[in-house]
């Protein structure tokens, strides 16, 4: 299972939570003071999935991810440079991995019903 990265206080950079329980992402554009807001997520991973696909469009593959042993699979030929274009790669990203977690949750499960029954 990869190793997350996690700040000081047990959280995702680049990631909060709203007083009503969502997740929500958003990064700094480098060299200025603006953000570039990422979507709101159910959990904390995910939002921590799309953080981690916007700082790879920004800064490439040598940036800081949470989770480094699942680096954002995004073609190097595929120019992504707007806010909108980077949004729409975080929530792919956030979303597959999401998809590939539930997944194998339902395949652990299966293997746990065949060992206990």
């Not at 990631?15 to 953000?35: D, F, T, Y």
Request: with cysteine.
């Amino acid at each position: 299972m990869a190793r997350e990265r996690r700040d000081c206080n047990g959280r995702y950079r680049g990631v909060r939570m709203r007083k009503w329980g969502k997740w929500v992402a958003e990064i700094r554009q480098p060299n200025s003071r603006n953000r570039i807001w990422l979507g709101s997520y159910n959990t904390a991973e995910e939002a921590a999935r799309a953080y981690d696909a916007a700082v790879f469009c920004l800064r490439g593959p040598s940036a800081t991810f949470n989770f480094p042993l699942n680096v954002p699979e995004i073609p190097s030929t595929t120019e992504i440079s707007s806010p909108a274009q980077i949004r729409e790669v975080a929530f792919r990203h956030a979303r597959r991995g999401s998809t590939l977690e539930a997944a194998e949750r339902i395949q652990n499960q299966g293997c746990l019903k065949g060992r206990l029954g």
